[in-house]
């Protein structure tokens, strides 16, 4: 499974960005898809998965009411529509997905993903 993350960009606070990921090759179907962020110097974080084909989604958080998660699976694609974004949000955006469904637990442990775009720049400006 191959991953491509766009839709970053630079965006002032109070805005909003919709990032994209497109998945290809041997997508396994509706399984657990997520982002996380990493800013820098600090570890990559869970931002928000979609957890298998019923849309059950889980957020961390720093994000919960501002960020939605969603699927078009005739697309392959999952997205982040990240609105009232802060300077905090800056970091470079990747997504993930498992080869499973799993747990609602396990779909915030990047431990678990197997497949990793590239990542996509978020720049929040004050």
């Known amino acids: 499974v191959q991953l491509q993350a766009f839709g970053g960009g630079s965006v002032q606070a109070g805005g909003s960005l919709r990032l994209s990921c497109a998945a290809s090759?041997?997508?396994?179907?509706?399984?657990?898809m997520g982002w996380f962020r990493q800013a820098p110097g600090r570890e990559r974080s869970f931002v928000a998965a979609i957890i298998g084909g019923n849309s059950n989604t889980r957020y961390a958080d720093s994000v919960k009411g501002r960020f939605t998660i969603s699927r078009d699976s005739a697309k392959n694609t999952i997205y982040l529509q990240m609105d009232d974004v802060k300077p905090e949000d800056t970091a470079v955006y990747y997504c993930?997905?498992?080869?499973?469904?799993?747990?609602?637990?396990?779909?915030?442990?990047?431990?678990?993903?197997?497949?990793w775009g590239q990542g996509t720049l978020v720049t929040v400006s004050s």
């Open positions: 090759g041997r997508t396994a179907g509706s399984t657990t």
């Open positions: 993930a997905s498992r080869d499973t469904v799993g747990s609602y637990q396990g779909a915030a442990d990047k431990r678990l993903y197997r497949n």
